[in-house]
């Protein structure tokens, strides 16, 4: 065993033993590896192990190290913020773009999109100014009046990042914000999914997982530190 598979299997184990100890059901929540700076061998390797889902964070780095044609069933996300000039390509490298932060930027993709694209909407819910997002969830909502309308966008829930440097409260409080709009979402919006919150890291997943969370991004405890 390699030591991607090791800790692959490991990290497997921490997720299941948190979720049961918050009182969640393990099969609740999915794994995202995050794969960015690591080449595409990495990703094959962990697909071997049955990891299924990855995230990328820039289209020039993906678009580089991709291959047009993927094994079967592997799915791979824009999980960083995507500027609208690079929304086309994205578009065509990427199975879904979570890290939709602007009314602007779905519309740009919706005009763009040949086929369903499945997204998720990005709230910020911490202060730091290098964090994107909608400021708030008065204008979340706002987008979502018009992204409800959309055909080819299909909002699948939100997503968010917690304080790099917060205290558990703080984090918790963070995570537990997103959990509350997601709520108010599907009450405003019935119509629309709002079943996947993706919150929480290597270094927070636990909490994100106390708060709720449905699906874990994870790099640097799969994959080591970064590569470039």
């Not at 995202?32 to 990855?54: I, R």
């Not at 440097?165 to 709009?181: A, Q, Y």
Request: glycine share 6%; net charge neutral.
């Amino acid at each position: 065993m390699t030591d991607l598979q090791k800790n692959h299997q490991e990290l497997l184990a921490e997720l299941e033993n948190a979720a049961l100890a918050y009182g969640r059901n393990p099969s609740e929540i999915t794994l995202m590896a995050v794969s960015k700076t690591h080449p595409f061998a990495a990703m094959k390797e962990l697909y071997s192990c049955g990891q299924m889902l990855f995230g990328e964070n820039r289209v020039q780095e993906a678009e580089q190290k991709l291959p047009l044609l993927r094994p079967d069933g592997m799915n791979i996300h824009l999980i960083g913020h995507l500027q609208s000039n690079k929304a086309k390509k994205a578009l065509e490298l990427f199975d879904g773009i979570d890290s939709v932060d602007s009314l602007m930027l779905a519309q740009k993709l919706e005009t763009l999109a040949s086929k369903p694209v499945p997204i998720l909407l990005e709230l910020k819910t911490a202060p730091e100014e290098s964090k994107s997002g909608f400021e708030n969830e008065d204008a979340l909502f706002h987008a979502l009046d018009e992204i409800a309308c959309f055909s080819k966008l299909k909002v699948q829930g939100l997503m968010t990042i917690g304080p790099l440097l917060g205290n558990e409260k703080e984090i918790r409080r963070s995570f537990s914000l997103l959990r509350t709009t997601s709520i108010r979402a599907k009450q405003r919006f019935p119509h629309l999914d709002f079943s996947v919150l993706s919150m929480g890291m290597s270094s927070d997943f636990r909490y994100a997982i106390a708060e709720g969370s449905t699906l874990i991004r994870v790099g640097t405890r799969l994959f080591g530190k970064r590569e470039g």
